[in-house]
């Protein structure tokens, strides 16, 4: 009997069984469930996420984070579009894609300083009804805070950075000194070593006009009691006399010999060399410097520390706080898997592996004293005294053109001697004001 015989015999005695009529209402209802459930299950292709990332960040992205994820979430995919290394270029490219109306990004990696611009455009989903208070004290308070405007939430923090001083221990301990945590301090400390020939200079910082020019002056800025803008008034405080003191402070570095007489050229990656040479006592920069100034070729490795930034006495240090953190573009058709991307790839158990092999600083408190990590990055307890005393840089929609404000006005001082440290930083404020009203009066219109 040929297979085809066997099956109308044995349909036959189901008929007879069960009846025709219960037989065949079984068998439309095993085929509505295939048609409708079981087909579309084996045929149905993963939802794809796009998200652009700058190019270093690519690697570890594909290889720890997304891997990790989509092995937990099989129906989604996330595609990562390469940027430039740039991080202005890179914000550049997300603006261009959200002028043109339907940006091709479902999650939006931001920068610190990025999410006003984003949200007063209107780029962005409000994330406040998806999380809550509770969940965000998880983070660093003000890696939270940087992600909101105007009372919402657009951000999620992934992972932080915080400037710091970094000293050389070794030195300190042979000459009797603690580490300092006066300006004042720093500066006497700096000029006894150069005195005694121990060193060439005292403290390196960057001072080329770009935004890390912007990142290092609100530390010292914060560190002598000023503000650059108030974002709930919109009050700008360059002009008083805490910012003309902090500006009058880097220029004497320039001036006393304290620090090179380039140093207005330099960025992180001079300054990081110039310490890793042996010829510095201070340095300003952020946590990548940690292990770079650690490995076997560093003259350096293991005769170094780390601390909060110096401030005037009586006043308060201030670390710049940068880092990244996700959205969700306002034109994503799949914001649901856009939410559940986030809430992975902000968790522990994703940011732990990541944090583990690229060193960066992690967004969630717990991680800083994490054994796990811990056992790879000793300091990293000493990073969360740091992380948890950060600064802002104005969460303002206008933070771009206020920024390049402050840079070449603060280059012009530190640069050309016809322009004071008062003079500069009047005209700083008068155009910061400027350009705040603007932005209001066109808000007003809208």
């Known amino acids: 009997m040929s297979k085809l015989q066997k099956l109308g015999v044995q349909l036959v005695s189901w008929i007879r069984y ?41 690697p570890p992205w594909s290889d720890i984070l997304i891997k990790n994820f989509e092995k937990e979430n099989p129906d989604i995919r996330i595609q990562i579009i390469e940027g430039p290394n740039a991080s202005d270029l890179y914000e550049n490219l997300y603006t261009a894609s959200f002028i043109l109306g339907d940006s091709p990004y479902d999650l939006v990696n931001m920068d610190v300083v990025w999410a006003g611009k984003f949200a007063a455009a209107g780029w962005l989903m409000d994330l406040s009804s998806r ?41 300190l301990e042979q000459a009797g000194y603690e580490p300092p945590e006066t300006f004042e301090e720093l500066i006497n400390i700096s000029q006894d070593l ?21 990142a290092m002056f609100v ?23 805490e910012a003309i003191q902090a500006v009058e402070f880097l220029k004497s570095t320039i001036d006393k010999g304290i620090s090179p007489p380039g140093v207005p050229t330099y960025q992180e990656e001079e300054t990081r060399r110039l310490f890793e040479s042996g010829d510095v006592v201070f340095l300003r920069n952020w946590p990548y410097v940690w292990p770079l ?15 909060p930034m110096v401030h005037a006495l009586g006043k308060t240090s201030g670390a710049c706080l940068g880092g990244w953190g996700l959205g969700i573009s306002k034109t994503s058709k799949h914001p649901e898997e856009a939410w559940r991307a986030i809430q992975y790839l902000t968790s522990a158990e994703a940011q732990r592996p990541y944090i583990i092999e690229t060193g960066y600083l992690p967004s969630r408190k717990e991680l800083f004293t994490d054994p796990e990590i811990v056992s790879k990055y000793s300091h990293y307890p ?45 005209s700083a404020a008068d155009e910061t004001r400027a350009v705040l009203e603007a932005g209001n009066k066109l808000e007003t219109k809208a």
């Open 18 to 58: 069960l009846g025709l009529p219960l037989f065949l209402g079984i068998l439309i209802g095993c085929v509505l469930v295939y048609q409708f459930w079981v087909q579309p299950a084996l045929t149905q292709q993963p939802v794809t996420l796009t998200l652009m990332m700058i190019a270093p960040e690519v």
């Open 131 to 171: 999380i809550t208070d509770e969940e965000l004290k998880a983070f660093l308070d003000k890696d939270v805070e940087a992600g909101r405007y105007e009372g919402k939430l657009y951000r999620i923090p992934l992972r932080s950075d915080a400037g710091m001083l970094y000293y050389r221990k070794d030195l």
């Open 194 to 214: 150069q005195e005694k020939k121990a060193v060439r200079w005292g403290y390196v910082w960057q001072g080329r006009q770009y935004e890390g020019l912007s």
């Open 219 to 241: 530390e010292i800025l914060e560190g002598f009691g000023g503000f650059w803008v108030n974002p709930e008034t919109l009050e700008v405080g360059l002009d008083k006399p």
């Open 293 to 307: 100034a650690n490995e076997e070729s560093s003259k350096i490795k293991g005769k170094f520390g780390i601390k």
């Open 382 to 426: 000493q990073l969360l005294e740091v992380a948890e005393n950060t600064v802002l840089r104005p969460p303002i929609a206008q933070y771009a053109q206020v920024s390049d404000i402050l840079q070449r006005y603060l280059s012009a001082a530190l640069t050309n001697s016809r322009f004071t440290p008062a003079k500069a930083m009047k």
